[in-house]
């Protein structure tokens, strides 16, 4: 005779919304198993606040991406990403509350799949370079040859937005009933709009994609690497890009040497105005134009500034000097020399 388990899965289930655990760290498990009431909304946004404002990256997914990082070994191309607008990324996967994620599976952090890079950097490549059929499947493969490269999932940088990577978003849906019965009910101005939340990665999180090239040139890699460029500057990646989800800026930050170094235009004594609580620094020259310090090169400008805090302070926080300068879509202040006041 069987043993009845039913009466034990009844109380596992009774008692687990009770839990209240005093570590959040695994956002998937809370999404996937902590929602205390299905079809209530208050419920949904409960679970979607727990996990936005309690779940931080742990020690042990730090460790793991510091070792995830030197992995891979051999020729490889690293690169990293920081979302400038927000990330959704796997909304259709199955989830309770109706709307996906993709968690890292077992530190239940955001990943950006790998497929979905390549899928966007073969996208650019077939709408914008032009190449041929057989030059994509030499590059991306085909399942008669495999790609000259290794697309790895993209890890979330626990560094970066103080740890917590999650936010909140909602999206509308103002005629329910013509969406759920495919056309069949006419839209009105008398339906109800159903609001309905789901997670996202906030902007300023950064990821770390990560590119083997078994039997890439160096010249292949760095075309893929503008493909790369191009296309989350331009196109995005994950849900919701024609809204304009998914936007990131592109540093190199080391690896395969493939990539020629970034042009930099040098400004020669200039003023710059320094934020006295940042150090962020700000510059307007009749001359050359308009430039400011980049998100990335926050702490390396931080660094060149600090021992001329004083000196900044007693001149009202405006010093003259020679700067390098990025020229992309914005002018970013790389560097900073022969500062004088």
């Excluded at 079809?39 to 742990?58: G, H, P, T, Y």
């Excluded at 292949?220 to 890009?241: P, R």
């Excluded at 400011?292 to 926050?298: Q, S, W």
């Amino acid at each position: 005779m069987r043993p009845d388990n039913s009466f034990v899965i009844r109380s596992v289930r009774k008692d687990l919304p009770s839990l209240e655990s005093k570590q959040y760290s695994h956002a998937g498990l809370l999404l996937h198993r902590y929602l205390q009431k299905q079809d209530d909304e208050r419920a949904r946004e409960d679970l979607l606040d727990s996990i936005c404002n309690k779940v931080k990256a742990s020690e042990a997914y730090k460790a793991a991406f510091e070792r995830w990082k030197q992995a891979a070994t051999g020729q490889k191309l690293e690169v990293r990403l920081r979302f400038e607008t927000p990330l959704a990324i796997g909304l259709g996967n199955e989830s309770p509350i109706e709307v996906g994620f993709t968690f890292h599976h077992t530190y239940g952090m955001p990943i950006v799949p790998g497929s979905a890079m390549k899928g966007l950097c073969h996208r650019v490549a077939r709408l914008v370079t032009g190449l041929s059929d057989d030059q994509c499947k030499d590059l991306f493969g085909d399942t008669t040859i495999s790609s000259a490269f290794v697309f790895h999932d993209a890890w979330y940088d626990p560094d970066t937005v103080g740890g917590y990577p999650f936010h909140r978003d909602v999206v509308t849906t103002h005629h329910p009933d013509y969406y759920q019965t495919q056309g069949s009910k006419w839209p009105t101005d008398f339906d109800d709009p159903v609001p309905v939340p789901f997670l996202v990665v906030k902007p300023g999180a950064c990821f770390y994609f990560l590119f083997e090239m078994p039997n890439a040139s160096p010249q292949w890699a760095a075309f893929v690497e503008s493909l790369l460029k191009w296309g989350g500057e331009n196109l995005g990646i994950g849900a919701k890009t024609n809204a304009g989800y998914g936007r990131f800026e592109v540093e190199r930050i080391g690896g395969s040497q493939t990539s020629s170094e970034e042009e930099l235009e040098e400004w020669k004594d200039v003023e710059i105005s320094v934020n006295p609580s940042t150090l962020e620094a700000e510059v307007k020259a009749s001359t050359y134009g308009s430039a400011v310090t980049h998100a990335n090169d926050k702490k390396k400008i931080e660094a060149l500034l600090k021992p001329h805090k004083k000196e900044l302070k007693e001149h009202k926080w405006k010093a003259r000097a020679t700067l390098k300068i990025a020229k992309k879509e914005k002018n970013y202040i790389r560097d900073i020399q022969d500062i004088q006041f």
